[in-house]
């Protein structure tokens, strides 16, 4: 069993920035994938951006292309969102989640774990 912990999210005036965390904790042993999705109010849940095991392979979609910065630190088992330039549309649940698969993925079905989601609300 994998856990994982998210932090950082919060309130913030359009055009400002937050930092996401995610810890994760448990049965870690071998190299793994990680991403972030959102969902907001009466949307399905969607991907967001997604990194390898060795951060050297990113993958983001389009609406935060530029905007959003996803990094890890292994020795600390942390994924990382930088959001900057955030808009009103980017206000959702984000939710981190853990696959043990070699590269990233847009795929909600390819990760087995799940955090429990922190509040983005970005005002205009």
């Known amino acids: 069993q994998v856990q994982l912990v998210e932090s950082g999210g919060g309130l913030v005036q359009a055009g400002g920035s937050l930092r996401l965390s995610c810890a994760a904790s448990g049965s870690i042993f071998s190299s793994y994938s990680m991403g972030w999705f959102r969902q907001a109010p009466g949307k399905e849940r969607e991907f967001v951006a997604a990194?390898?095991?060795?951060?050297?392979?990113?993958s983001y979609t389009d609406s935060v292309k530029g905007r959003f910065t996803i990094t890890r630190d292994n020795a600390q088992n942390t994924v990382y969102l930088q959001m900057n330039s955030l808009k009103p549309e980017d206000t959702a649940v984000y939710y981190c989640?853990?696959?043990?698969?070699?590269?990233?993925?847009?795929?909600?079905?390819?990760?087995?774990?799940w955090g429990q989601g922190t509040q983005v609300t970005v005002s205009s």
């Open positions: 990194i390898n095991w060795s951060g050297a392979s990113t």
């Open positions: 989640a853990f696959t043990w698969a070699i590269r990233p993925s847009w795929r909600f079905d390819e990760y087995g774990y």
